[in-house]
């Protein structure tokens, strides 16, 4: 039988943190080793505790989340879960957190129904025991990428789609593949698992990062070259066939492998709406999500990608993936864009 997952929790409300406490003490696998109220008091709980994982607010007295985490990640490199307001200011540091290093979010919990109360304590304990397979590496300044390169007329931004799915350090990840992309782009779609509050805020950091156009998908939206679609908050991500091109479908339906949005049902809708002429990464994340639906885009003809074991912040999606036999090509994550975009090329020549 495995060692239990040991976790500190750090939060400046005495109410949060006996909350955090007791939902981590009662899931299976779980140890909660310890509580702070402030980041000087989790430093030297981390050095004489030794906790696997550490669940992080942001807004503490002494020194707030985001310079904690900041040095955390320099100095003593370890899983950071950040539990967040639903707040405007909250999503935007949660991000940032992100960023910084942070493997995973999720909401603080409020005063909620019982049902409610248990769904977010089970989202909470599978999250930290994620967290705690995460790959962690100290954080070094990272040269300013190179300005995307133009397409030079090529045809493939008309004749192909690209459709990104990730979880677990996916924010980052992303953020990577789209800053490596030229504003000629092909359209490329995207589900990321993130809380509801947090995904228009990620939108927005998208798009002040990346050449492309980035933004919500409307359901019915024209997919056009250099835009890049994410859905909603709360929704599944397909597109359909309109004319020699594709439309946006954004829908309610039921929670795909756990998730709304999912990134099976956008991988699928691709599959068959766009077949050969679609181009599937799936990146960095929990779980197996994305795992069948690109071994569905990789039967139709299309070209597939999962993101190495090396460069992931964990390996699920795409390692679950790669054993389905649903990858073409298994590539560090510095490479993706670029790998893409000479696929989209060669394509649209053939």
């Known amino acids: 039988m495995s060692a239990p997952v040991r976790v500190l929790v750090v939060d400046d409300s005495a109410v949060v943190r006996q909350l955090l406490a007791g939902m981590l003490a009662r899931a299976p696998g779980i140890e909660v080793v310890g509580t702070a109220a402030d980041p000087l008091i989790a430093r030297e709980k981390i050095l004489r505790l030794r906790p696997d994982v550490l669940t992080l607010d942001i807004e503490m007295p002494r020194m707030n989340g985001l310079e904690f985490l900041e040095q955390l990640m320099r100095l003593r490199p370890m899983p950071v879960v950040m539990v967040s307001s639903l707040t405007e200011r909250g999503a935007a540091a949660t991000l940032q957190a992100l960023a910084l290093g942070a493997v995973d979010v999720v909401a603080k919990p409020r005063a909620a129904s019982a049902a409610e109360f248990d769904r977010s304590a089970a989202e909470l304990a599978a999250r930290v025991r994620h967290a705690a397979q995460a790959r962690v590496q100290p954080r070094r300044t990272a040269p300013a990428p190179a300005p995307p390169r133009a397409l030079a007329a090529s045809p493939a931004a008309r004749t192909r789609l690209i459709a990104i799915g ?168 510095p490479r993706i864009a670029a790998r893409m975009l000479e696929l989209s090329r060669r394509e649209a020549a053939a």
């Not at 228009?200 to 939206?221: C, I, K, N, W, Y």
């Not at 250099?226 to 479908?249: E, F, N, T």
């Not at 690109?294 to 460069?311: N, P």
């Open 166 to 333: 990730a979880s677990a350090g996916g924010t980052e990840a992303i953020r990577q593949v789209l800053e490596a992309m030229p504003a000629e782009a092909p359209p490329v779609l995207i589900t990321q698992h993130i809380p509801a509050a947090f995904s228009r805020p990620f939108v927005e950091r998208l798009d002040r990062h990346s050449a492309l156009r980035v933004l919500e998908a409307t359901d019915g939206d024209p997919i056009v070259p250099g835009h890049a679609y994410l859905p909603p908050p709360d929704r599944h991500l397909g597109i359909a066939r309109d004319g020699a091109g594709w439309r946006c479908v954004v829908v309610d339906g039921e929670p795909v492998n756990r998730h709304r949005p999912a990134v099976d049902v956008l991988f699928h809708a691709v599959a068959r709406h766009a077949g050969a002429r679609a181009i599937g990464a799936l990146l960095t994340g929990m779980g197996d999500d994305g795992a069948r639906g690109l071994l569905a885009m990789r039967e139709a003809g299309a070209a597939t990608l999962v993101q190495d074991e090396a460069t992931s912040v964990v390996w699920g999606m795409p390692g679950a993936a790669a054993k389905l036999g649903a990858a073409d090509e298994i590539v560090p994550l």
